[in-house]
């Protein structure tokens, strides 16, 4: 059982916006901006997308966005891809012994 | 540019330890943490521990702590995680990653690690 909460599952044909949202507690999400999102694509190695809430990093297109409101983060993908098909995990730091803590990941599915 | 260049896949026996080992290049290894992450075969990702490459400082997660060890070597700037008492459930693909605002940031490309008798 992860310590976010991430829905297992989220789609959206090309072209169009999703969201997927990652739920924690006021130790974590809710307590501090530093919340991070990765793309991973199978076998391949997790990607920084978003960093601190809603920073990207140089090289992620602006299609994708960051946002928090009270224990829920949320990520933002903008005119969908095909390559955009791929897991997402959202991260938080954590004000107890596990200093980071993942979501269990969300499956995007690009119709 | 930054690069995380870990040791090579692993097998290993229930009870053994295994040591990998993560070298950075790159950028000016003693300003950023290190995280340890995990994959087990078609799972999530576990947090497991970092260290401060400046002070060798840790901080290991609950789960892990007592089985689990991070030392580093500033001379050839590379971080070593080594976990003991092996058993099936550690299969995973372990990853190191470079701290970016105190999350894991750019990643390794990973070493997998096979718990088998």
């Known amino acids: 059982q992860s310590a976010l909460t991430q829905p297992p599952s989220a789609s959206g044909s090309p072209g169009q916006s999703v969201t997927i949202s990652c739920t924690g507690t006021?130790?974590?999400?809710?307590?501090?901006?530093?919340v991070s999102w990765y793309q991973q694509h199978p076998g391949k190695v997790p990607k920084l997308m978003i960093y601190e809430v809603s920073k990207r990093p140089s090289g992620v297109p602006d299609r994708f966005s960051g946002s928090k409101s009270g224990n829920t983060a949320s990520l933002t993908v903008s005119g969908l891809q095909a390559e955009d098909e791929a897991d997402y995990y959202c991260s938080s730091y954590a004000d107890n012994n596990n200093y980071v803590v993942f979501g269990g990941g969300t499956k995007l599915t690009v119709l | 540019q930054v690069q995380l260049v870990q040791s090579g896949a692993e097998v290993k026996k229930p009870g053994a330890s295994v040591m990998i080992s993560c070298k950075a290049s790159g950028y000016t290894f003693t300003s950023y943490y290190i995280h340890w992450v995990r994959q087990a075969p078609g799972q999530g990702l576990e947090w497991m521990a970092l260290?401060?490459?400046?002070?060798?400082?840790?901080s290991y997660a609950r789960k892990f702590q007592g089985r689990i060890t991070l030392t580093r070597d500033t001379a050839t700037s590379t971080v070593y995680m080594e976990l003991t008492s092996l058993r099936s459930e550690d299969t995973a693909i372990y990853y190191c990653a470079r701290d970016e605002v105190e999350l894991p940031g750019y990643w390794g490309q990973g070493t997998l690690v096979t718990v088998s008798s």
């Open positions: 260290i401060n490459p400046s002070a060798g400082s840790t």
């Open positions: 006021s130790s974590d999400v809710g307590g501090y901006s530093y």
